[in-house]
């Protein structure tokens, strides 16, 4: 089933912690999704800094990713989240070159997603769990989108887990509640074209396709309009970027999403309950159709 | 508590459950009406009621609301989830918002009014009975529609009324695509009238023109020779 939410500040000015409103967001659709809880935050970049995120089969792998990530660029701030580790490193270069670096480390050691505005932070269980390991509550920037996960096509781990991204290609995450039924037919096309997948996860397709057809020289939006005629299945979905987000809808409208907009913010959930237990003001929200796109700026 | 005439629920700290039961009780002790606070968009509230009563939900609601009822009428200030009026065999309801996916599903009788736009699949196996939506309709509304009758006021996504085996669909404004298996025909004597005095009951605008809309019965009978519009339908 899996759940989506998120709120979004259209200015730095807001008068509620944008933390403490994605977990209550998430918190009201956990039942939705209790396997697994994972968010996207968006931060300011003032430098060199790049939010780093590394799924770990192993929780005791922890310090050696650290370690590695300290030689490749020094550690700002990091998590050791016992199979996830999240990390803020200033790092000038090439982000293929660090996803190569942590990788060869073991092959159980995969990078879930780099990016100069983007962090993805994942646990197991609920957004309860999220907080207790990455204090959540505390952000406090202008974006905090997630998704509570129920497994249906894949094993309940980091790995697994989302939101997923196209790795080395930064900033873009996304948030996928529904399935892809032609899956392994995409995969094994774009496997051909040279994209790495590190999951067994049906929406790892996603992020892929809208980094390939806008490779091709397609606009963010047109990528998003093609993504719904190539992707075969049920899907509402959420794509992060360094400078807006998007709700995507497929063509049969048949997994939920309300959204509630007002010159402040714009909030949605799976949920119409848990959106207004988020904001926690009994806002009108409206429904997105068949087939839509619906982008905003940052 | 025969003698209340209104009863009064505040959602806030009350489970599920214990508010559908405490209305069903005012509905068997003929209670005459329950207004209900704090909905905040809470799913399942006023399900299952069976004896005439009232409703007056004060604020958005949730999936399935008036779900599962007989003869129960309803004001809702403000919109509504997934489902509302699931099933209903008598009564009405009255959404003074917007209704989420689905509203009024399987509806048996009585009459679901929708003062703004309705989600997807509004109507969808209507069996009897009114659905009105002011606003517009979306993604394939009037779906396997088996009788009764859905008045839209303003457009329609596409595939409304596909599949449709009977009834009527009322359209004010335009269709981005015409489900499978429907065509527009003249309306009858009188038939009009019926739809703009139930608009006017309900204190709703009524656009310019109507179209009359119900199935061609083109998809009544399996064809092989039509084989393409059974590939099309979904």
Known sequence: MCGVGG???KTEVHSQKTGEIAYRILDGIYRRGPDSTGVTLWHNNDGNQLYVGVNCDNPSDGARVLECLDELGSIRQATDGKGYIRAVIDYSGAEADLVTAIEALDPGINVASVGRHLEVLKHMGGVANLDAQFDLKAYDGRLAMGLTRYATESGIDFTNGQPLTARANSDMAIMHNGHITNYHHLRSSYARKGYDFTTQNDSEIIPIMLIDEMSNGASFEDALRISIEKLDGCFTYIAVTNDCFALVKDNYAAKPAVVAETDDLVAFSSDPQSLREGV??????????????????? | MANVETLTINCSDKETREINNIIRKAADDGVKQVEILNTRARHNIGVGILKPIHLIYRGHVGYYTVGLCDNVTAEIHGSAGWGVGDNLLAGEVVVEGNAA?????????????????GGPRAGIYLKSG???IGGNAGYMSGFMMQNGRMVICGNAAKGLGDSMYQGQIWLGGEADEMGSGVAQVDPEDGELDAVLALLEKHKMKAPKAFKKLQSDKSLWNFNKHDFAAWKDAL
């Open chain 1, 7 to 9: 709120i979004f500040y």
């Open chain 1, 280 to 298: 926690l003001a009994d806002m009108d929200v409206w429904e997105p159709g068949a087939g839509e796109v619906h982008i905003w700026q940052m």
């Open chain 2, 101 to 117: 996916s689905s509203a009024a599903p399987s509806l048996r009788g009585g009459r679901i009014v929708v003062k703004g736009d």
């Open chain 2, 130 to 132: 009114d659905v009105i």
